[in-house]
């Protein structure tokens, strides 16, 4: 049987980033993403929807947005769907969260500049290139590596 998982979303950080480091030093960030919908309904009437949605990112891209990413900031993401599954403490019953699991993404400069506006993280697998978008001047540069793009899988992550 195929199957397919990929996620590409674009949207704001609904709070700053929460980075973590697990015991063995890699970096863990927790950002949430805020994306908008706006659509008629059949009687003409404007409506606007919003879908928050909660995004992991692992090793040298976790810390990428940690330093340069804060609340409000349009980020564009792309990754994997993941569903977590734990039982509640307190009550005992099985919960579990759908999340993406960062494997690159794209500062998206807010200002509009004149430079295309978007600056490009490098994916862990791909060589430097150099016809990468280059972002505007208020735009923070990409990193110059890729980081870890899987979570770490010995490790327990400290949120």
Request: charged share 30%.
């Amino acid at each position: 049987m195929a199957s397919f998982n990929k996620v590409i979303i674009a949207g704001n950080l609904t709070r700053d980033p929460e980075l973590r480091y697990t015991p063995k030093g890699t970096a863990v960030a927790r950002i949430g993403l805020a994306v908008n919908r706006v659509y008629t309904t059949e009687s003409g009437e404007k409506k606007e929807e919003v879908t928050f949605i909660d995004v992991d990112a692992f090793g040298r891209q976790a810390e990428v947005i940690g330093q340069y990413m804060k609340k409000g900031r349009p980020l564009l993401v792309e990754g994997r769907l993941k569903l977590d599954s734990w039982e509640d403490k307190n009550t005992k019953q099985k919960q579990s969260k759908l999340k993406v699991v960062l494997e690159s993404f794209s500062f998206i400069d807010s200002k509009g500049g004149d430079a295309g506006g978007v600056a490009e993280a490098p994916r862990s697998s791909e060589a430097p290139r150099s016809s990468r978008p280059v972002a505007s001047p208020s735009a923070p540069p990409p990193p110059s590596d890729g980081g870890d793009s899987e979570p770490p899988q010995d490790d327990d992550v400290p949120f």
